[in-house]
């Protein structure tokens, strides 16, 4: 029989939708990522409630640095004030941060604090890993691991788990990927942990993404019967 998993350990979100939801306001495009930011909190905590043990956002990929100068240098100030208004309650909450990917670009100040988040955070056993993407891309993620593997110059045999240890994203296989907005496809998120995942595309745009349809994804997750490849 197929294997019927109870619950998803590590769900992975690509949060689309933030631009759309402001242009139907006429609001800015920050307001947009500032209404964001609200639903990651909400989603974090419904995941905390679901037991689920790690938690991966695709905040910015390395395609978005084409985007205006306004609207990243937007988006490094709302990253650096969430982290002020944030940590501090995610921390007591038992949730552990890692920021992972190419985000030198949104300068001195936000590399501080996101050092900053993720030492403040560093929870020995926390109720949820918070893993943030943040300047990433899957291609360029499986380029640098081979490129560290040739310098490295290795001589043990590389196999398809211990490539995970090259690899810049914390994380290795997810359970459940969903991305809002409507759109249905994964724009180069990790590709490598994506191999097995189930995805789940919702047409809600992320800022009015709730809890209860987060909830309702995660429960047809658990409906879903996994094969893995073998003969049912």
Not at 144 to 160: D, G, P, R, Y
Not at 170 to 199: C, H, W
């Amino acid at each position: 029989m197929p294997k019927i998993v109870p619950k998803p350990i590590h769900v992975g979100i690509i949060m689309d939708g933030n631009g759309r939801w402001a242009r139907s306001k006429k609001l800015s495009t920050t307001s947009g990522h500032e209404a964001g930011i609200k639903t990651v909190r909400l989603i974090v905590e419904e995941s905390i409630r679901h037991s689920i043990a790690s938690l991966t956002l695709y905040a910015f990929s390395t395609e978005n640095w084409q985007r205006p100068k306004s609207e990243i240098l937007g988006i490094g100030k709302l990253l650096i004030q969430a982290i002020k208004d944030q940590v501090p309650e995610l921390k007591e909450e038992g949730v552990k941060i890692n920021f992972f990917g190419q985000y030198k670009k949104f300068g001195s100040h936000a590399l501080k604090m996101i050092k900053f988040a993720e030492d403040d955070t560093n929870i020995k056993k926390p109720k949820l890993i918070l893993n943030i993407a943040l300047g990433y891309g899957g291609r360029s993620d499986i380029v640098s691991a081979v490129n560290k593997i040739i310098n490295s110059k290795q001589t043990k045999k590389i196999t398809e788990s211990s490539f995970f240890s090259y690899l810049d994203a914390p994380v290795r296989e997810l359970d459940l990927m969903i991305r809002t907005g409507g759109d249905k496809r994964i724009s180069n998120f990790l590709l490598y942990q994506l191999a097995y995942t189930e995805l789940l595309f919702v047409e809600t745009l992320w800022p009015n993404f709730s809890q209860t349809e987060y909830a309702s994804c995660l429960n047809k997750f658990i409906r879903t019967k996994r094969s893995f490849g073998k003969r049912i």
